[in-house]
């Protein structure tokens, strides 16, 4: 698996990761991470790590042993050398950046426990958890996992064009017949754009 040194994802994603068409383990980052290190350890091939999210492969740096791995997640990228850090809390990857409010929202903000920043964070979190993904967000998931895991299966193609015609009934069809856990974790997918597009 490529190496990717300062990994720093939110503990709350969910991932899942598969050796090519077997589903290893899924969960959060820490979670699915010994699942992971095990298989690579074995020198299993197609060793993939999906962000559930927006279907993108996570790359990790797996060298070393198991706490190695996992102390690393908890690591941020550095800063350039000579370029000054900000404001924030670098390494707990708080960064500080600008935001432009009317005064009647800097007012409400700075009346909320623990002041303007922890407020923020409370309503994006909010926002994060109970918001659906966009329906475009979803598509390009079930596009770049489809394309990964069963790019080599029967009826791909066919099921491709049904997912995009929103002939979910001839899509479930068509991946019956693909191993168990990529039909089942794909199929998890475009009922994610079924309902995000319900929503619009």
Known sequence: MPVTTGVSM??????????????IAAGTLREVVPAVKSAADADATHLLIFDDATGRSVELDLRGSLPDVLERLNQTPQAEPGKPTGRGRPKLGVTAREVTLLPRHWEWLAAQPGGASAALRRLVEDARRTSPATLRQAQDAVHRVMFALAGDLPDFEEANRAFYAKDYARFDALTAAWPADVGDYVRMLVGRVAVAGDQR
Do not use: C, E, Y
């Open 10 to 23: 939110p503990a709350t994603d969910i991932f899942t990761a598969f050796v090519r068409h077997r589903r």
